[in-house]
């Protein structure tokens, strides 16, 4: 077993301490029996963001069931997350859709609850939040002209080429949207400046055994 490091120990080849945060996660991860999927499933490729079809008969493990997706390993050594609507494929109830938020007085109690869907937003191949893992480098609503408002979230990515931005990017599209009173999503992927492990907030750290 891979030894958990604590933050300040990481290795010069990993300057983000991306690497290690993944490794720590990935030890305290259980995974669980075989899974056979019942029924062919749209799956996207980790790290690279690439889609993919799984088959029938193809057997995964859940390493991951967090806001609404799961990330599983395959019998083949990839690691894939498949989407809520797929879960019956894994022989798991579908997640019912995310409801609106209810109204609230003001704009500050709807950023509130902006930041709480924020939270249901996951890594794939960390346990932890976007939030708290440091991900989310702001937040902004601004007010339409017609009414409502529109969010302007700006996210980054723990190492600069992993290919599931777009997914993240989708993930908090539709989060945010099931907030009443927001009626635009506008996210921006930046990468300056480049996150790492100091970002990540003390729950977090302590999750992730790294405290």
């Known amino acids: 077993m891979n030894k958990i490091v604590q933050l300040g120990q990481v290795p010069a080849g990993d300057p983000s301490g991306a690497a290690e945060v993944k490794r720590n996660a990935s030890e305290l991860i259980k995974a669980k029996e075989l899974v056979t999927l019942n029924r062919e499933c749209d799956a996207i490729q980790i790290p690279s963001g690439e889609k993919m079809m799984l088959p029938a008969g193809t057997q995964v493990r859940i390493m991951q069931s ?15 997350r498949i989407a809520a609507q797929d879960a019956d494929a894994l022989g798991l109830e579908t997640p019912p859709e995310a409801t609106p938020e209810p109204s609230v007085a003001g704009e500050e109690d709807t950023e509130k609850l902006v930041w709480k869907q924020l939270k249901t937003c996951f890594d794939p191949e960390i346990p932890v939040n976007i939030v708290d893992l440091g991900l989310v480098y702001g937040c902004q609503l601004v007010p339409l002209p017609e009414g409502g408002k529109k969010a302007e979230v700006k996210f980054t990515l723990t190492a600069p080429g992993c290919g599931m931005g777009d997914v993240l990017k989708k993930d908090i599209e ?34 992730l055994g790294m405290l």
């Open 174 to 207: 539709h989060k945010v949207l099931s907030v009443l009173g927001i009626q635009e999503v506008e996210v921006e992927v930046v990468l300056d400046p480049p996150w790492d492990a100091s970002k990540m907030s003390e729950a977090a750290k302590l999750q």
């Open 66 to 80: 967090l806001g609404g997706t799961y990330t599983v390993t395959t019998n083949l050594g990839s690691m894939v």
